[in-house]
């Protein structure tokens, strides 16, 4: 519950990474921000085509959305459904609200709608739009 308090309400992060300067409220989350983001580790394979991901939970995203066409996100302006939130929240942001630029909570960088793909991962962001230690 300590613990808890401390991340979520003290917005506590008390592991920062030797490499770039994100920083972290659990120890494990900097282990596999490490392994994905600076040693490019991608041990999660999907078995219905030939992708890799960093994280098992991304490999679910994938699953669920590209090969069981799972879309549980419905634009209210225009109907166009997403399989996750933060493209439906990208999808409103440029096309009914008219923004080109916005910040990524996940990613912490600003970028342009044209750079990333259409499922957002930011493997495929353009380099120039990433700090220097994620290029």
Known sequence: MLLHQRILHEGRQDYGCDRCEKKFGHRSNL??????VHEGRKDFACDKC???????????????????GQRNFACEKCEKVFGQ???LLRHQKRIHDGRENY?????????????????????NFATEYLCDSLK
């Open 31 to 36: 282990i596999k921000h490490q392994k994905f």
């Open 50 to 68: 030939e992708k890799n991901f960093g994280g098992q939970s991304n490999l679910r995203v994938h699953q669920k959305t590209i090969h069981e």
């Open 85 to 87: 939130k933060h493209n």
């Open 103 to 123: 910040i990524s909570n996940e990613n912490e960088v600003i970028f342009e709608e044209k750079n990333i793909s259409s499922q957002g991962n930011s493997e």
